[in-house]
């Protein structure tokens, strides 16, 4: 990663401009394996294929004080920022993941099969954002923060958010707060595109048998047979309530939060599996039967959640002679996620199903 920037004065404004790129990389090798479809002549060490994801941020942010007749200056940023963002699948070598000559055994480095041709991906993307806030007092004894973001993206549109808060200072030693936020985070490129598949050795009834199993792209003909939509953003409300106390050295804060995600964004299970109703079942491996594939996931919007909690933080300061200030920070979080929805089945058979696309483990994992 890099990162640079200047800052300054301009026509009263106090100016930053910044810019950064980082990216990350991931060679994978599967080493003391083999391809045991190639038998004694297998390699044992292979180039399984890359991932790649880097980003570029450029940021310009504005500051200013102005009074406006409250009892203190009202505080005013602004802000456009420019992000580009791109993801990449590079294929391993054939011998990860081709079938040789025996072909009763699964043709894939074992531990890790390569990526292949087939998972390649170059893509990527941009957005504008640009962003206001407004932070000043009422009175000696209130604050307030109002805040807004609009954000325009070139695969999926745009939406603007925007923030509440406020703060009352009952005394010099205590205080309440709150917020309401409303947020929005786009599909990440991985979940639009990442792709892969892997041949495994799976008994089937009373043999084992070579089948495909592979994660897939919504946009990809077969999370289309199984009924994928494009994936769509998820949005949040947010809510929190809390109250500050000092005394001396010693502070306490403890506030209430409760957080409402809408079309949250989850891999579907694979499909079909031991859970899916038989007839299901049969439908599905219908649909797969062209694409040589026994069972595939994929990313899926649908599930809504709401978490309620309560975070409490104590902190005291302790001056000493000689050696410093030490800090005791003492910090507890207790939580509650509670699935509100599930995604709406796809419509691959006419018989009344059970919640097969996010069942009931991964409801209760959440």
């Not at 074992?110 to 998972?119: A, C, D, I, T």
């Amino acid at each position: 990663s890099a990162q640079g920037g200047v800052k300054g004065d301009l026509a009263g404004w106090n100016v930053n401009l910044s810019a950064n790129y980082g990216k990350n990389a991931l060679d994978y090798r599967t080493v003391n394996s083999i391809n045991a479809s190639f038998g004694a002549a297998s390699k044992t060490e292979f180039d399984a294929g890359s991932l790649s994801y880097d980003q570029t941020i450029v940021d310009l942010g504005l500051t200013r004080p102005f009074e406006v007749g409250l009892v203190a200056p009202l505080n005013v940023a602004l802000g456009l920022e420019y992000r580009h963002e791109a993801f990449k699948i590079g294929a391993g070598e054939p011998d990860s993941y081709s079938l040789g000559p025996d072909t009763t055994k699964a043709g894939v480095a074992q531990g890790f099969p390569g990526f292949r041709p087939s998972n390649e991906v170059d893509v990527s993307r941009h957005n504008w954002s640009a962003y206001v806030d407004l932070e000043g007092k009422l009175t000696d004894q209130l604050e307030f923060d109002v805040a807004g973001r609009y954000e325009d993206y070139s695969d999926f549109g745009s939406k603007a958010t925007g923030k509440v808060s406020a703060r009352y200072d009952v005394s010099d030693a205590f205080a309440l707060r709150g917020s309401i936020s409303l947020g929005f985070k786009a599909p990440a490129l991985q979940q639009q595109y990442f792709t892969y598949t892997s041949t495994n050795n799976t008994l089937v009834g009373n043999t084992f048998q070579l089948i495909e199993v592979g994660t897939f792209p919504v946009s990809s003909p077969v999370a289309k047979a199984l009924g994928a939509t494009p994936l769509e953003p998820e949005t949040s409300m947010n809510y929190s309530l809390g109250l500050v106390w000092r005394s001396g050295p010693f502070e306490l804060t403890v506030d209430a939060y409760q957080i409402d995600i809408k079309n949250r964004i989850v891999l579907s299970e694979n499909l079909p599996n031991t859970n899916t109703p038989p007839a299901t079942a049969a439908a599905i491996t219908a649909l797969l039967a062209p694409f040589n594939i026994s069972a595939a996931r994929f990313f899926i919007n649908g599930v809504n959640t709401t978490t309620k909690g309560l975070d409490v933080v104590g902190r005291y300061r302790l001056a000493t002679d000689g050696i410093g200030q030490f800090d005791f920070t003492l910090a507890a979080n207790f939580n509650d996620t509670n699935v509100t929805k599930t995604p709406d089945l796809p419509t691959i058979t006419t018989l009344p199903q059970p919640a097969f696309l996010f069942d009931r483990g991964n409801v209760l994992t959440y």
